[in-house]
C-alpha cells in the first residue's frame, strides 16, 4: 500500500478502539521501551497526543522519564514551513491546544534540535524496513534530518505492513517501533 492509502487505513482503525483500548495499548508500549537499551542519555523528545485522533497516550512514557530524571522535550509546530520548535517541560510549562488539536507549549526553554538524544515518534503505519507514515506534513523527517538523535523510536498501536510502497529517501527510517506486545528493531 502507498502513504496515502496507510493513512486512511490506519486513522479508521484507531477511530475503532474504545479509550480504554488505547489506555491500556499505551501502557503496555510503555512497559516495552523500559526493556530498551535507551536509557543512559539526558534529552528525549516526546509528543503530547491528539485526543481526537486516538494518538498513543504518552502520559506513561511521561512519567518513566521523570522517574529517570530525564530532560523531557516537546514542540510546537509551524505549519507555515513545517518545521517544529523544542521546549523543555517543566512544570512551569503552560500548554495550549493549537487548532489541530496539538497540545503546544506557549513558552518556555529553548532546546536545540542537536542536543536531542532520543525521539519517540507518533505514526499511524511503519513497515518491516522502519520506514513509517505519519500524517503527510514532513515535520518529523525534517527534524530528524537536523537533530541526528542516538536513536528514533515509534510508538504504534498496530502491526507493521510487509512494505510502504512509495517511501524514499527523504524519508527518515525509525531505529526501533515499539508496539504493545513487541519491539521491531531496525538498528
Known amino acids: 500500500m502507498n502513504k496515502s492509502e496507510l493513512r486512511k487505513k490506519y486513522k479508521a482503525l484507531r477511530q475503532q478502539l474504545s479509550l480504554i483500548e488505547i489506555e491500556e495499548k ?7 521501551l523500559l526493556q530498551l537499551d535507551i536509557w543512559n542519555y539526558q534529552y528525549y523528545h516526546i509528543f503530547l497526543p491528539i485526543t481526537e485522533q486516538k494518538e498513543i497516550n504518552t502520559e506513561f512514557i511521561l512519567h518513566i522519564l521523570q522517574g529517570k530524571d530525564k530532560h523531557i522535550v516537546i514542540s510546537k509546530s509551524d505549519f507555515s514551513n513545517s518545521s517544529l520548535s523544542h521546549y523543555l517541560l517543566t512544570d512551569q510549562t503552560k500548554l495550549t491546544i493549537n487548532k489541530w488539536g496539538i497540545p503546544e507549549p506557549t513558552d518556555g526553554i529553548p532546546i536545540p534540535d542537536n542536543k536531542i538524544d532520543v525521539v519517540f515518534i507518533p505514526l499511524l503505519a511503519f513497515d518491516k524496513q ?15 534530518k537536523l537533530s541526528k538523535p542516538k536513536f528514533c523510536i515509534g510508538l504504534s498501536l498496530f502491526e507493521a505492513e510487509i512494505k510502504i510502497n512509495d517511501a524514499n529517501k527523504l524519508d527518515i527510517p525509525l531505529d526501533y517501533c515499539v508496539l504493545p506486545d513487541k519491539t521491531y528493531n531496525f538498528i
Not at 522502519?130 to 527534524?143: L, Q
Open 26 to 32: 499505551s501502557m503496555a508500549i510503555a512497559n516495552q
Open 130 to 144: 522502519g520506514n513509517r507514515v505519519g500524517y503527510g506534513k514532513g515535520f518529523y523527517d525534517r527534524f530528524l
